[in-house]
């Protein structure tokens, strides 16, 4: 709010105008740390990206924005005395509240709880990241679950299995390629286990187990969100007998691959098929993408040339994909989650 200032003339006492005065609020304690926090994640920006990637940066310093805007807001009693009181309890629970209910958003509302939960979880990935970083005791909030919407419509994987089953019966099973056997092991692992492209390029021989009584696969998840402290942690997805069956299929060519390399055999679980010129060797992760773009792309011609109305695009990318299966897995799920959650005793 501004001033005005007058003082009397030394002519005569009418009062003049003199500048306008502005007072200025000084800052909070508990921004001045929190900006000192950041410009250490600013300065690792600059030299490692790997470790602190734009959209990070620009995450925390949202964060670190809307801290400053719920201050006056009145998040404690204390909160502005310094960044420790900033992320005590009371305080991060206020600020969360504010924030859910879109109270310190620049712009409209988001109704959809969807994302309204992942801006809570970049929040207090956030808040442990500055305190973290200061050095200063953090009891974090539990995390909203991670719930997807369908990219697409989840019956697009149904066509993609389709398509590669067609693909398969028209040839004689002797004389099938190996590039086919592989695709319908390596799509049934999509469907059972939801791998992303580096963690299906980085599975082994010794993750998989097929036996008369167990058939899993054991997948390293990679954290992401980046870096939490978090180390990968294996998984145990179970197979369909399907997906069992055909990985079997896919053993036996693989085998035969392998037979033909000269030095050591790779332990990965994919390789490379001819007419490749490197068959035999572990695929790579771009290999699978154009792979899979290849097999959505043929799906997609099918669709057109029979006419089918639709809204969506057969999904070209292995993510969109992987999120669409995985979205529609969570909304099966979610009503015996539900009725768990009611059984519980209280």
């Known amino acids: 709010m501004s001033t ?35 410009d250490v994640f600013r300065t690792v920006n600059r030299k490692a990206k790997d470790v602190m990637s734009d959209s990070r940066l620009q995450q925390l310093e949202w964060v670190a924005s809307e801290l400053a805007i719920a201050l006056p807001l009145g998040l404690s009693e204390t909160a502005s005395d310094s960044l420790k009181d900033l992320l005590a309890p009371d305080a991060v629970h206020a600020y969360l509240l504010l924030g859910r209910g879109g109270f310190l958003r620049t712009m409209g509302t988001v109704s959809n709880p969807a994302s309204v939960d992942a801006s809570e979880r970049i929040r207090i990935y956030c808040l442990e990241a500055f305190a973290r970083q200061a050095r200063i005791p953090f009891e974090a909030p539990d995390m909203p679950p991670m719930t997807l919407r369908p990219t697409v419509s989840p019956r697009f994987g149904d066509l993609i299995t389709e398509h590669l089953e067609d693909d398969a019966a028209s040839w004689p099973e002797t004389d099938r390629p190996d590039t086919i056997v592989r695709s319908l092991a390596m799509w049934g692992v999509m469907r059972d286990a939801l791998p992303r492209l580096g963690e299906l390029e980085s599975m082994l021989l010794d993750d998989l187990t097929l036996t008369e009584e167990t058939s899993t696969l054991a997948l390293i998840r990679q954290p992401q969100g980046g870096l939490r402290g978090r180390m990968p942690e294996p998984e145990i997805a179970a197979l369909s007998p399907d997906t069992a069956r055909r990985l079997v299929d896919w053993l036996e060519r693989r085998n035969r691959l392998v037979a033909r390399l000269q030095g050591g055999a790779p332990r990965h679980l994919w390789l490379s098929t001819p007419p490749h010129p490197d068959a035999g060797v572990p695929i790579t992760r771009r290999g699978i993408s154009k792979w899979y773009k290849k097999a959505a792309d043929a799906v997609q011609i099918k669709q057109d040339a029979a006419g089918v109305p639709e809204e969506d695009l057969v999904p070209t990318r292995w993510e969109t994909m992987r999120r669409t299966l995985l979205a529609q897995r969570q909304a099966a799920e979610a009503p015996r989650r539900a009725t768990a959650r009611r059984g519980q005793p209280r």
């Not at 003082?7 to 001045?32: E, F, G, I």
Request: charged share 15%.
């Open 4 to 38: 005005l200032v007058q003082h009397l003339s030394a002519s005569d006492d009418r009062s003049t105008p003199t500048a306008a005065l502005t007072a200025v609020p000084s800052t909070a304690t508990a921004v001045l740390e929190l900006e000192r926090v950041l």
